[in-house]
T-cell receptor
Framework: EDQVTQSPEALRLQEGESSSLNCSYT??????LFWYRQDPGKGPEFLFT???AGEEKEKERLKATLTKKESFLHITAPKPEDSATYLCAVLSPSGNTPLVFGKGTRLSVIA | NAGVTQTPKFQVLKTGQSMTLQCAQD?????MSWYRQDPGMGLRLIHY???????DQGEVPNGYNVSRSTTEDFPLRLLSAAPSQTSVYFC?????????????FGSGTRLTVV
């Protein structure tokens, strides 16, 4: 069964304190890994897609990387506006659930 | 360009009542889907559609019906609401099922069944 595990469940950072969020997955034949940001009371907002090990994508203070077993979302010098829940999802070729989501990491950045 | 519009934003139902959650997109997307989000459970796929007239079940379809008579609309029907269906429901659309870069989510419907 395809699984996506995100850690930690919650992370509290001081403004400017860099850190990383982890997404580990077990998928046969990964076709893509996706990062979304979700603000309270809103739907997820797309951030990145990664397709193969070694690939990296950047957007402002965020950088996503991918290995054969996990992905990291690195946050450099975060600001309070980066506070949100970050969701990881994988595209599996099996079954009828094309996008399998992790439970998310709730990030709080304190000024 | 409104994107994906969900109505209502909030709803309280009594056990056994029925209702329809509305979802509309104006991006001419082929693929539309419904997810539910529960604390500690992540997003789970309920039903999806790859085009008008075509629907299929996701991971947790029981208690829900869908239809897709037009490209723009994909309503989700609760036939007989149960407390276990208390959740936040999201509609998402994409150009097609494989182009997940284009997944656009609505802002959600928060449903409480008492």
């Amino acid at each position: 069964e395809d699984q996506v595990t995100q850690s930690p469940e919650a992370l509290r950072l001081q403004e400017g304190e860099s850190s990383s969020l982890n997404c580990s997955y077990t998928v046969s034949g990964l076709r893509g890994l996706f990062w979304y940001r979700q603000d309270p009371g809103k739907g997820p907002e797309f951030l990145f897609t990664l397709y193969s090990a070694g690939e990296e994508k950047e957007k402002e203070r965020l950088k996503a990387t991918l290995t054969k077993k996990e992905s990291f979302l690195h946050i450099t010098a975060p600001k309070p506006e980066d506070s949100a829940t970050y969701l990881c999802a994988v595209l599996s070729p099996s079954g009828n659930t094309p996008l399998v989501f992790g439970k998310g990491t709730r990030l709080s950045v304190i000024a | 360009n409104a994107g994906v519009t969900q109505t209502p934003k909030f709803q309280v139902l009594k056990t056994g009542q029925s209702m329809t959650l509305q979802c509309a997109q104006d991006m001419n997307h082929e693929y539309m889907s419904w997810y539910r989000q529960d604390p500690g459970m992540g997003l789970r796929l309920i039903h999806y559609s790859v085009g008008a007239g075509i629907t299929d079940q996701g991971e947790v379809p029981n208690g829900y019906n869908v239809s897709r008579s037009t490209t723009e609309d994909f309503p989700l029907r609760l036939l007989s609401a149960a407390p276990s269906q208390t959740s936040v429901y999201f509609c998402a659309s994409s150009y097609n099922r494989q182009r997940f870069d284009g997944y656009t989510f609505g802002s959600g419907t928060r449903l409480t069944v008492v």
